[in-house]
């Protein structure tokens, strides 16, 4: 079964409000990570948290992570409609083969 | 260099035809991968090259034939597709300090979008 799901699968706010997305996972890992992607486009990497690290900003991104709970939240606080993207985490297991896992995504939509 | 570039941007093939999928990096990274993007999914793993050396295989179908010549470039060719195998193809590419070490964060071309007739 896939490591990362995420939740909600779509979000929909207006310009100013935060944002917050969920990912959970199944294993150990060594890192989580979270990347954006605009429609048909690459992705692009975002933020780099460790599985020994509780909490990292970047900008107008928080990110926490739970290992306890096998969990993970990434907040874009403010929001700007160039933020109305799909949000995957990806995580990169302890054990097993070395390569990310992807999280299903969340879309978000944000008016302007 | 912070650039992963993929050639073509779009690509239509018939089911006979082959063809060649290329990505280029010069951020001197040393693992590679290739993912398969259907809409509104999220990317599934194909292959990983780690030190220009096939480390993952993701069960891919043989008409999907990965070659890395060098630590720079990355090719996937085609033959005989099916209509399925129509979607977004991303290349990516990580720094690996050593071979098949942690996966840190990945760097993304901007696809190939693929159509199969």
């Known amino acids: 079964s896939q490591q990362g799901e995420e939740d909600p699968q779509a979000l929909s706010i207006q310009e100013g409000e935060n944002a917050t997305m969920n990912c959970s996972y199944k294993?150990?890992?060594?890192?989580l990570q979270w990347y954006r992607q605009n429609s048909g486009r690459g992705l692009v990497h975002l933020i780099l948290?460790?599985?020994?690290?509780r909490e990292k900003h970047s900008g107008r991104l928080r990110v926490t992570l739970d290992t306890s709970k096998k969990s993970s939240s990434l907040l874009i606080t403010a929001s700007r409609a160039a933020d109305t993207a799909s949000y995957f985490c990806a995580t990169d297991a302890r054990t097993g083969r070395r390569a990310l896992t992807f999280g299903s995504g969340t879309r978000l939509q944000v008016q302007p | 260099d912070t650039e992963v570039t993929q050639t073509p941007k779009h690509l239509v093939m018939g089911m006979t035809n082959k063809k060649s999928l290329k990505c280029e990096q010069h951020?001197?990274?040393?693992?590679m991968y290739w993912y398969k993007q259907k809409a509104k999914k999220p990317p599934e793993l194909m292959f990983v090259?780690?030190?220009?050396?096939?480390?993952i295989n993701e069960s891919v179908p043989s008409r999907f034939s990965p070659e890395c010549p060098n630590s720079s470039l990355l090719n996937l060719h085609l033959h005989a597709l099916q209509p399925e195998d129509s979607a977004l193809y991303l290349c990516?590419?990580?720094?690996?300090?050593?071979?098949?070490?942690?996966?840190?964060?990945?760097?993304f071309g901007p696809g190939t979008r693929l159509l199969v007739l």
């Open positions: 951020m001197g990274h040393r693992a």
């Open positions: 294993t150990s890992i060594n890192n």
């Open positions: 948290i460790r599985s020994n690290e």
């Open positions: 990516a590419s990580s720094q690996e300090l050593r071979r098949d070490s942690g996966r840190e964060t990945q760097y």
């Open positions: 090259y780690s030190y220009e050396k096939l480390s």
